[in-house]
């Protein structure tokens, strides 16, 4: 069994801050790359930003120089660093990762069940 647990969402005003954690638990072997998704009311869920197990990030477009990513391997758990926000990046806030479970063999992705972030203007 593999959970993922968001943590840290909330209402914020616009222009401030707020840091989102997730954590992985279970029979996990390894992680891979993990990732922070967002789905806004009406829109498909997109990417926000990954980190693999060795630090390299990647991030969409919109958000580079707002959002920062990074992952502590030691506790399976990624941060998700959002200053300056706006309006429109309301939206549930998903985690992501992609990790072999049990004795390492078997690959899989898995979500966690998502944090709200509203940010009001």
């Known amino acids: 069994q593999v959970q993922l647990v968001e943590s840290g969402g909330g209402l914020v005003q616009a222009g401030g801050s707020l840091r989102l954690s997730c954590a992985a638990s279970?029979?996990?072997?390894?992680?891979?790359?993990m990732g922070w998704y967002r789905q806004a009311p009406g829109k498909q869920r997109g990417l926000v930003a990954t980190?693999?197990?060795?630090?390299?990030?990647n991030y969409a477009d919109s958000l580079k120089g707002r959002f920062s990513i990074s992952r502590d391997n030691a506790r399976m758990m990624i941060y998700l660093q959002m200053n300056s926000l706006r309006p429109e990046d309301t939206a549930v806030y998903y985690c992501n990762a992609d990790l072999f479970v049990a004795g390492g063999a078997l690959r899989r992705n898995y979500w966690g069940q998502g944090t709200q972030v509203t940010v009001s203007s």
């Open positions: 980190i693999t197990s060795g630090g390299s990030t």
């Open positions: 279970g029979s996990i072997s390894s992680i891979n790359t």
